[in-house]
């Protein structure tokens, strides 16, 4: 799929609900393909719909377990669902730990619900940047639910919860990751707690952690007050805790449209995206430049690296 | 100390010997002080004669153990030696996290030694920013041997650990880290292994998934190929495996010199700094060329975010 022709009809088919065009249009964005940007530029009028749900915390706390449920929940409600499960998977392992992903097996014979591993195959940036264009094609092939699913609890987790317009980070006892979550930053950015795995001792321990450190933030006025439920998932949306989690990320999305937080987050969000987008074409730009002959003068201490920044910038302004 | 004039006296003081000196001078960098720049400007004809270690491993393993262990080899050999303690810590919790740092207070004495702890007070990315200075910092004051330990094995503490001219990582076993430590990038940018608590059951389990994980890189030819070591870091430079790290790191260090892999390394991190300062420096031009415009017609899906990077680096091109 070379041209910009193909990729416009393999478009149409997405959008008509073939599965199989959809997923290869996932790859071309996976790949950084060239043809992306007219396929997010012909598919830009039919989105801005769905609803995108991110589910992070530290691996081994039931996140894949939870977003089966959560997928359950949500077709025993007649929604489309689609999951997109991000891992920010070092290139120097490649895919090889992205075993656990296959739990939402019980789904995949479903046409209302795709499910999407994507996995970092260049830069440790590359996903950050591929994800707003995953998310654009699924909410345009009219899925009303989007599920970012993301292991860990690092930078890149925090970069791409921020994505989502519902963040939920997902906790279990005795792992420590209340304090690990905290340290990468996820805590600000998590609107809504779960403790699953709440049928094992230590459960209240960690509500209690988190209350704790929620109580050291502040909540404004009219402000949305991040909830902590308890959940045990294990199959299904009758599971414990399944049925409030769905009831708190629905009160969470209608205070996200009657304050104006969601314009302000998906506002803020399109500012970071096209930032991000300058950014990676200016690299280019800089390199032709004279950066290196600048890093060779700063790496021999013969110039300091503000006089450097400043000197390449003015090359960029008349 | 407002002025520059003011800051330089410091700086003399500082490169004198003057311990509250050049803790005042730390903060100014923590602080993002405007009279950072000339400090560094001044300082910058003493600065280059350092080595760089940076240890980074999950919470738990030992860190700040074994680098109390490894400032205690250096001083028996006779060597001045600085700790930088990197905790990028969220903003919402502040420094409260920073508990463990002070168990190397028996060399808390010894002036040949400086130990400071940095916390990232503003933005996420600010430590990465700051870390550079604070090195030349301590470089220009004569210290022999940095070592920049970070908490943690996420991206931010990749970036940080990418500013060492050594990487150790450190492992321990029944954390599964070895793992987390693949997810975060964190193997391709270490120069030595340490499994620590060796005297614990399951280091060799560490040892080999290490060996596996490394088996399936690359080395070129003459290149470096990470030692894996074990080691029981408790008090000192008698430690299990305490000499075998100072050996294994001078090892690495001649290596660095013979294979020209130093100057490499040096020039890369130039590289990325004057990038890194160039960004944040039109991080504010953007914003001031019509960026929320552009966000806003992006977030209403009126406007594609390449479309809109494209029209924003055109206002920068003549």
Redesign the interface.
Known sequence: MASPAQAKSELDRALAGDVRALARLLSLVEDDAPTV?SV??DL??Q??RARIIGLTGA??VGKSTMTGALVGAFRAAGRRVAVLAV????????G??LGDRIRMQEHATDEAVFIRSMASRGH?GGLAAAT?QAIRILDAAGFEFIIIET??????E?AIASLADSVVVLLAPGM?DA??A????I??VADLFVVNKADQPGVQQVVRDVRT?LA??TTEPGGWKPPVITAVARRGPQDEGIAELVTRLDAHWDWLCSSGEL?RR??????E???A???A???GR?AASG??E???R?????L???????D??AE???
């Open positions: 940007r997010i530029r830009l009028p989105t801005g691996p081994g891992d920010p998977t070092s290139p120097f392992t490649g090889a730990l440790l707003p292991v860990g609890v690092g930078q890149a925090v420590g304090v690990q905290a340290k990468a930053g805590l600000e450190m050291l933030g314009k998906r506002h803020a969000r399109a500012r995206e096209i930032t987008l300058a950014f074409a200016l690299r800089l950066l290196e600048l890093a060779a700063v790496a021999d201490a013969t300091d690296p503000f006089q450097a920044a400043e390449i910038l960029h302004q008349p």
